[in-house]
């Protein structure tokens, strides 16, 4: 009779164990899912009040996570995105007789402002339209700034008389004064580093269309602005023009 007692006795005492053991492991897993679940503030001031040194550690790591390229990268192509929407929206509040056509493509965005949207005829005399529109840009410039590696501005002539070239000197003038004076309204805003702003007349002589018709002729007389973006591969103006003007994507 003892010696079953005592098997009874030894059989209740391994189911003992046995529940403080399951017992044991669901804490565990609760405390783990509490863990996963907890607020990262919470959890920042339990791991500093417990160890401040592998706190800072941990914020450290955090802080070398969200300052890496990739985060970088990231923020830029935001910025540069909400820059490309918010330059759709001016050439929408400025409506077809403005005339502005917008296109991008990797790593940049291109402008251009055709015909007289800037200037008169012969004059480089920025006109009150011209100084809204710049007004408007140069706001959407301002927060995307930073994802910004230069912006370039582009002046054109077209010719005449499509038998006879435009006086070179006073033709080369005109389109690199447009030009200057666009760039030179913009670093008036104080939007962007003057470092990031260039200016470059070409003349009569890069047309995107004829100089038979008045059409063609008006479509030759603009402004353009090149945009790239940080960190983007740079390309020459020919590569730039093809994709904008022959393979279509402007808007």
């Given amino acids: 009779m003892k ?7 030894e059989s209740g005492s391994w189911m003992d164990t046995y529940g403080d053991m399951v017992t044991l492991l669901l804490c565990f897993f609760v405390l783990l899912y509490s863990i996963s679940s907890v607020d990262q503030t919470k959890w920042k001031n339990l791991v500093k009040s417990m160890n401040p040194e ?14 890496s390229p990739k985060a970088s990268e990231s923020d830029s192509d935001v ?29 940049y965005q291109f402008i251009t402002f055709r015909d ?33 590696k230069e912006i370039q501005v ?10 006879i070239q435009n006086e070179l000197v006073s033709d080369r003038l005109l389109s690199s004064d447009r ?4 760039v030179a309204y913009i670093q ?3 939007v962007i580093d003057p470092k990031k702003l260039v200016s470059a007349g070409y003349g009569q002589f890069r047309p995107i269309d004829t100089f038979e ?31 904008v003007y022959q393979d279509g994507e402007q808007k």
């Fill in 116 to 148: 007289r949207v800037f200037f008169d005829g012969d004059s480089f005399v920025l006109k009150e339209e011209g100084k809204k529109v710049l007004d408007s840009f140069s706001a959407a410039i301002a927060p995307a700034a930073e994802s910004v």
């Fill in 79 to 107: 910025k540069f995105e909400e820059l490309y929407n918010s330059l759709v929206q001016i050439q929408n509040s400025a409506g077809e007789s403005m005339d502005i056509q917008i296109a991008r493509g990797d790593g």
């Fill in 3 to 9: 010696r079953r007692g005592k098997k009874q006795e």
């Fill in 154 to 163: 582009l002046g054109h002539t077209t010719q005449a008389d499509p038998a």
């Fill in 179 to 182: 030009a200057a004076v666009v």
């Fill in 213 to 243: 018709t008045e059409e063609g002729r008006r479509q030759n007389r603009r402004v353009e602005i090149l945009i790239t973006q940080s960190g983007a591969v740079e390309q020459s103006l020919d590569e730039y023009y093809k994709q």
């Fill in 54 to 67: 592998a706190a800072e550690a941990v914020q450290d790591k955090a802080d070398k996570v969200a300052d």
């Fill in 188 to 190: 008036g805003k104080n």
